[in-house]
């Protein structure tokens, strides 16, 4: 009876611990002790990593990731682009780097506008109308110029090598080439190298791109904005009907600008300023959402989703009235993430019902991007740190290829606001601040981003995504700090969006149960999850007390963490 009886509670117990539903163990990212790149490549993050084992810095693998990433990863890594740089040294000094594209000096504001003043979308979108000024080169020269340590050539003679010699396509780039080849056709009007039938597992070889970076080894940043491969690139703008000139190009400069800093709990959060719309907005939904206690609603619950989307919806309409380029417009800065204002922007907010975008406009002040983009994240041995986030704008940026020259032009003047109002690829509104003018740079959503905590390195942070860029990045962060996930952990995470108009909740498809659905929307909530706008792949680092780097790699495309 004794021995029946035993038996009978064994059964039990184990019929408990099986039906219990225990968490899945923590997923750490790779783990490093001295130095890191976390990049959309493993052939990018390998050539950084190796230029501070030889002895470089961050910047200088800043100026070899960036290269590395315009040859293995087309889809938006760049000489045709720009982008944006948040930077740390190891002393605690911070600063940024806007090398955003500018409109040319023949632009208009209704540019893009028919005889009926409609926007015609395909112009800022597809072909030679479609680029902006690029910045890349005078981007990654700037950095050198301030903070470079190795010979150039030692920085890009891995990366001509390695387009000389071929990238391994994978499965994600094979499917692609595939989904755009007709809009490649369109906008070239002939077949280009990557339209060839590549298939995953193939080697791309790309002999032009290298010659390319062989000249600017050469001469310099003059190459790209005077010399030989400046007059090639208008030259061909100019047959494809496009308006940049060498004047256009020779003009053109990379900014160092201040960068946004704003407080969350213990973190000081140092973020990019506009034209990037990032930083501000970052600060703005992070100060929104400061006095809840997200922990104790738990990840990804009801009334989390609820608190971040009514402060994302708030702080995406406030971007399209008052954000631009600063060096056009007056934006109130200190204002748009202060306490009081922020306070402001979220009376009437209630966990009872949705606040619907139609009764939500910009906030009053007194007296007053790319979907198909890459960010990468940098920690040297010495403790210096970049967040760099660039772009071409869209998938391969206008689709045109410069064949003498072996890469991609962007189409980032669909970042404008075409017309006050119009929505642009992306679905966002934009307005007067945001329009078309010679020389301005364009509105854009990344957002690079360094983390301090207790004074000290805490966290390089950013990710593609066009308009969830914002939105993703804050999410992975929140992940670590109020619901102690691992970094990589925290990239993997579900995500989902708002951004005002139109509005809906974007959700993560497949990752987020149907009876969180019905609950959202008997508030009052839309929810979207065929049609997501979740795209974005965050690229992050996370130092820990003891030294220790891990980092987050973000699993929804190639990207690769490698260090030593």
């Keep these: 009876m004794k021995q029946l009886l035993f038996f009978l509670l ?136 301030k903070f470079g340590s190795l010979p150039i050539e030692d920085l890009l003679t891995p990366v001509a090598d390695l387009a000389r010699n071929g990238i391994i396509i994978t499965k994600k780039q ?107 907005c970052l600060g703005q939904i992070m100060k929104m959402i400061e006095p809840y206690d997200l922990k104790q609603y738990g990840h990804n619950q009801l009334e989390t989703i609820q608190i971040l989307t009514e402060a994302e919806r708030r702080a995406y309409a406030d971007r399209s009235f008052y954000l631009g380029d600063p060096d056009f417009v007056e934006i109130p800065i200190d204002t748009l993430i202060s306490k009081e204002y922020l306070n402001y922007r979220m009376e009437g907010f209630s966990l009872d019902q949705a606040t619907l975008s139609s009764t939500i406009n910009c906030g009053i002040i007194p007296g007053y991007e790319s979907d198909e983009t890459t960010h990468y994240s940098i920690v040297d041995e010495y403790g210096n740190a970049i967040s760099v986030t660039t772009t071409l704008n869209g998938a391969y940026g206008s689709k045109l290829y410069v064949p003498e020259l072996g890469f991609f032009l962007n189409n980032e003047m ?57 939105t993703s990045v804050l999410q992975t962060i929140l992940n670590v700090k109020e619901f102690g996930m691992t970094m990589q952990d925290a990239v993997n995470a579900p995500r989902f969006h708002h951004q005002w108009l139109p509005d809906s909740i974007y959700f993560e498809p497949n990752k987020f149960d149907q009876k969180l659905f019905k609950e959202l929307e008997a508030k009052g909530y839309n929810i979207s999850e065929k049609e997501s706008k979740i795209s974005s792949k965050v690229n992050s680092i996370l130092v820990y007390p003891n030294g220790t780097m891990e980092g987050g790699a973000d699993k929804r495309g190639d990207d690769t963490a490698v260090g030593y």
């Excluded at 926007?119 to 110029?145: D, H």
């Excluded at 190298?193 to 791309?204: M, V």
């Excluded at 030259?235 to 946004?260: C, H």
Aim: proline share 5%.
């Design 174 to 280: 094979e499917a692609r080439f595939e989904k755009y080849k007709d809009l490649f056709f369109e906008a070239n009007g002939d077949t280009i190298p990557i339209t060839s039938g590549y298939k995953a597992s193939d080697t791309l070889k790309n002999p032009k791109l290298a010659e390319t970076l062989e000249r600017i080894i050469k001469n310099g940043v003059d190459e790209f904005y005077r010399g030989e491969t400046a007059e090639k690139l208008v030259n061909f703008l100019q047959s494809r009907g496009g308006i940049i000139t060498m004047e256009d190009l020779a003009k053109y400069e990379a900014k160092w600008r201040e960068p946004v800093q704003f407080k969350y709990k213990d973190l000081n959060i140092i973020s990019m300023s506009p034209p990037s719309s990032g930083g501000v």
């Design 414 to 470: 669909d970042d404008f606001s075409a017309k006050p109002g119009e929505p642009n690829m992306f679905g966002l509104i934009g307005a007067e601040a945001n329009a078309i003018a010679p020389e301005k740079r364009m509105l854009s959503s990344m957002t690079p981003t360094i983390i301090e905590k207790d004074d000290k390195l805490w966290m390089s942070i950013g990710t593609p995504g066009g308009s969830t860029i914002i």
């Design 10 to 145: 064994l059964l039990l117990s184990f019929s408990c611990k099986t039906s219990t539903h225990e968490k899945p163990a923590p997923v750490k990212g790779l783990i490093t002790q001295n130095a890191m790149v976390v990049s959309a490549r493993q052939e990018a993050s390998k050539i950084g990593t190796d230029i501070m084992k030889n002895g470089g810095n961050a910047f200088d693998a800043m100026v070899a990731t960036e290269m590395a990433l315009a040859v293995s990863y087309p889809y938006a890594g760049n000489l045709g682009g720009g982008g944006f740089m948040v930077y740390r040294e190891s002393n605690g000094r911070i600063g940024a780097l806007d090398y955003r594209e500018k409109a040319p000096l023949a632009s208009t504001k209704d540019m893009y506008l028919d005889e009926n003043g409609e926007v015609i979308s395909k112009k800022s979108q597809l072909g030679a109308m479609a680029v902006g000024v690029p910045g890349t080169i005078a981007g990654i020269f700037e950095v050198y110029k």
